[in-house]
């Protein structure tokens, strides 16, 4: 699923850490840290079939702890995912959250967020479910260390997943823009939002159906980065418009999602 579709990760609660004033109006680029990161998620998911419409409500809460080591340009990434409860309108469909608990993302992530050398294991030490793994990924925003306020900055990503039996390609296109400093705990924070576009595109086999999956989703988040190089956390929300076809019936299955992800550090 997209990027920015586990859905969604991220800002707009301050962590607690204490913030000095910004010297000058440039965005810091992400520096060593440590800390934990609460991410609430809510979805609501709609398909049409054979003239019917049903409804779907998911959520998650995870706990994260997250370490930067090192210096810049190249820091060791290690995120935890420490616990996740999950709750579901139909209650086979929430995700078993014991299998992932323990789970790690490990890279190297430089100043503006790019991760390189990653590699995701469950507690077993096997490769997790591609969804999972992907809210990892993504929870830092790209960001470019030394904008000013009014600058934006645009960035591109090509991912691929399984997407319950589907092999999925998602190409994210994203326009960030550094807009203002905003009041945090005990200081300032510069606020950057995000617009972002993607397509998606897929097959594979469900339930022994041959299916494909194409769709755009769009999103719009607003984050919060220290001067210290902290990332505080932040807000988005999303939508989703995609068709899944049955291939050996020829029906075509409308699905809508909407959701809200929350990110916000935590003591």
Not at 5 to 16: E, F, H
Not at 40 to 65: C, R
Not at 144 to 153: H, I, Q, Y
Not at 200 to 219: I, R
Request: glycine fraction near 10%; avoid cysteine.
């Amino acid at each position: 699923m997209p990027r920015s579709g586990s859905l969604v990760r991220l800002v707009l609660a301050a962590g607690s850490v204490a913030l000095p004033a910004v010297a000058s109006a440039q965005l810091p680029g992400y520096a060593p840290s440590t800390g934990k990161y609460r991410v609430d998620s809510q979805i609501k998911i709609t398909q049409s079939m054979g003239g019917s419409t049903q409804e779907f409500d998911n959520a998650s809460k995870q706990l994260l702890s997250v370490s930067l080591a090192g210096r810049a340009p190249t820091m060791d990434l290690l995120i935890v995912l420490d616990s996740m409860s999950t709750s579901a309108s139909i209650p086979e469909a929430a995700t078993d959250p014991a299998p992932l608990l323990g789970m790690k993302l490990t890279g190297k992530m430089n100043p503006a967020g790019a991760i390189s050398e990653e590699k995701a294991v469950d507690k077993a030490g096997a490769e997790p479910p591609s969804p999972v793994a992907q809210s990892l990924r993504t929870l830092f925003p790209r960001i470019k260390p030394g904008a000013k306020v009014g600058e934006s900055w645009v960035d591109t990503t090509t991912t691929k997943a399984n997407q319950n039996g589907i092999e999925t390609t998602t190409t994210t296109v994203t326009t960030y823009t550094y807009a203002a400093d905003s009041a945090a705990a005990g200081g300032k924070a510069a606020k950057i939002t995000a617009v972002a576009t993607s397509k998606v595109a897929g097959k594979g086999n469900a339930q022994g159906q041959d299916l494909s999956l194409e769709g755009e989703t769009k999103s719009t988040s607003t984050y919060l980065v220290a001067p210290t190089g902290t990332f505080l956390g932040g807000a988005s929300a999303i939508e989703a418009a995609l068709n899944v076809t049955v291939e050996a019936m020829g029906m075509v299955i409308p699905i809508t999602q909407k959701g809200t992800s929350k990110v916000e550090r935590v003591p």
